[in-house]
């Protein structure tokens, strides 16, 4: 691959502020850091300025761009013009590209290559603002992700946990018959915590629902409807929550800035 411009990240609040020459070096000082602040520059000088004077930072123009990765074509790299990038994949031997919706999700993508995005459903979003972008951070590597899938025809679903660094998956269950994706992603932050009790841990949990958070906060699941199987299941979840207690915080996964979970099933 071409070489790719040079990023320099700036973080205001992490756990050693300062200005940082790599995408891994920012990523150390922001993980597990509630409400860290950071942004990528083009230069140093501009980094090393803004640092000490955040109120320096040029705010973010109306337009929402979108942002375009190049992993196989004439001159690999991130493009936020898409005829730049058209002309990067017209002719190239089998291009691989992706488009999205933010400039963090882009550069990560970039450093992780195709293999892990083939497939995928990210979706086009419109780019955050750096305020929204800092206010978010990054996913806890230490944590589990949870997610559900199901037919909206048959009603037919199932979820699954994972470890969120990884990938590796800790528990599948389903399928299940008529039910719902919110009862699915109730059950699964459920066993989440039911899981994480059992083995003494207080990683965080992610999600993606936020109804199914809410019912978890509630202790009580309120699907439209749910077949005989499906109720057993929201029963006993309930009955989980009513006597167990739990210092496990469940979070929300921002599909827009760090793409789809990645209990995600793939199914989109």
């Not at 990023?7 to 150390?28: D, F, I, L, M, N």
């Not at 199987?229 to 915080?249: G, M, T, V």
Request: glycine content about 8%.
């Amino acid at each position: 691959m071409a070489k790719k411009k040079k990023k320099y990240y700036v973080v205001w609040e992490g756990h050693t502020p300062g200005v940082y020459h790599s995408w891994a070096e920012c990523q150390r000082q922001t993980s597990g850091y509630a409400n860290a602040r950071y942004r990528s520059f083009s230069s140093l000088e501009e980094a090393e300025a803004v640092f000490k004077d955040p109120g320096s930072v040029k705010p973010s123009s109306k337009r929402k761009p979108m942002y375009y990765v190049v992993w196989q074509g004439k001159t690999p790299g991130i493009y936020s013009n898409w005829d730049e990038a058209k002309a990067q994949i017209e002719g190239a031997n089998k291009p691989k590209y992706k488009a999205f919706g933010s400039r963090m999700l882009a550069e990560k993508a970039y450093e992780e290559g195709p293999d892990a995005y083939e497939g995928r459903g990210f979706k086009k979003t419109r780019d955050l603002s750096p305020e929204e972008l800092e206010k978010i951070g990054l996913p806890i590597p230490e944590s589990i992700s949870v997610d559900a899938a199901s037919n909206a025809q048959t009603g037919v679903f199932e979820y699954r946990g994972v470890i969120t660094d990884s990938a590796t998956e800790i528990f599948r269950v389903g399928p299940f018959q008529a039910g719902s994706n919110n009862i699915g992603e109730f059950l699964a932050i459920v066993h989440a915590l039911a899981y994480l009790k059992k083995n003494r841990s207080s990683l965080p949990i992610y999600s993606d629902s936020r109804i199914a958070m809410g019912w978890v906060k509630k202790g009580k699941a309120a699907p439209k409807k749910a077949g005989p199987k499906a109720r057993s299941l929201i029963q006993r979840a309930e009955k989980w929550l009513k006597d167990n207690s739990y210092d496990n915080p469940i979070w929300k996964w921002h599909t827009k800035v760090w793409g789809e979970i990645p209990a995600d099933f793939g199914r989109k």
